[in-house]
């Protein structure tokens, strides 16, 4: 975490990040956690004090105002929500971030100049983030300060009550919250299935299903609820949320998605076309409705397809061919909007890599490869061990700590997130603008 939070000073100091920023960058070992949405951030100190920033509208900044919450160990932004997770295990949530740093503009902000999105010197809005994110604006200006009003107190999360949560991990608009025994808890939108929850918006009763287009895509938020797996005895141990998609591990080492599957972000390979030999290891995890012939994994080239029934993708997905690295290694896990990647590094640490596993859209080269095609499961060497709870993705890119002090970056590079000194551009397609592969490894 301390090399992380180098990592933040160096990028909104060299940058020339927003008043706000700056201004949490100053004293980087008073942070904790540092995390970011859209068009706001948030941060939490050694004593577990919460502090919120953000844009309210084009040229106006309002700055880090501290939140009614304490003892605060982790904290994380959807699109518009922030997240909390206490020490005492409790979680509560900040609604609607933008509208409460809004309403209390008038009387703390902070002008700067207007900026284009598309200027293309990083001085544009950050896209939304998971477990990860990249500073919303990157220009210096004066300050406008005066007296700051008080955030509005978070709420408590529904239905947690008895359960101690150790990890809470976010998406777009869904949450996963993990229990100390192994319980698996989901909230937000499930509209892909990404809470784990059969959609209203299907045409069946299968565990794989085909999308239903509709002219609006359509919202479907649920209340908390629990996971449930096939095997009533699963104990999670970890969980990560990507834009519209959920993974995560069990005791056992075994990997499980459910969500949107459009980019085969939930490494089943592409369910478009499959051989019978893959269809073979579905059928246990198929729903039984009559119709034993009928496969629930194939689909035509217009359809995009989501899966809400947690299953071991490690034993019937394409990363069933990558379960020799995965076994006896430590295993992380990691997501974009797009994507998911699972990072194995082995106990036995001969020649000391990790192999990253990734699958799922690859435009910007988000997934550790060349290829920036949508990207089936395939391994890349990533030289270094991974340090403890240092790896993670934003939308469209990912960045880790290794245990030789170095900082390795990968994806897109439009906020200058990866390299704050150049918008490093891939020569692989000249369509692909302010991507990079493998970031040139930085020191801190």
Known sequence: MTRFLRVFKHLVTRTGACVACRAAARDANRWRCVTFGPSFGAAIDKEGAVYVWGQVEEGTFVEPLPLAAGGIVDCRCSATDLYMLGGNGNVCVLRDVKSALHNISANTTSKLPSVSGDSGNGSTTGTSSHDSGTVAQTQQAGEQTVEKTPLPAPERIEGLAGKRI???????????????????????????????????????????????YSVVNPVEHIDLHKVRFKDPATSVVDVVCGGRHTCCVDSDGNVYTFGDDASVQLFLGDTRGRTLLELEHYKPYRARNGESNHSCTKYTQTDLHLQFNPIPVNQVGKLRECQYLMRGAATTLAAGDDFS???????????RVTHLIASGGNRYGQCASADFRMHRPRVTRLSGVLLPRSFGCGSRHCMAALDNGQIVGWGSNQHRQLDPNSELTCNYDNNVQNAVFLCPQLRF
Do not use: W
């Not at 990647?341 to 020649?351: F, H, K, L, N, R």
């Open 166 to 212: 150790v990890k809470i991990s976010v998406g777009n608009d869904h949450a996963a919250f993990l229990a100390d025994d192994g319980s698996l808890y989901c909230c937000g939108d499930n509209s892909f299935g990404q809470c784990g929850k059969k959609p209203l918006n299907v045409r069946n009763d299968y565990s794989l299903m085909v999308f239903q």
């Open 341 to 351: 990647i699972v990072a194995a590094t082995p106990e036995e640490q001969g020649d």
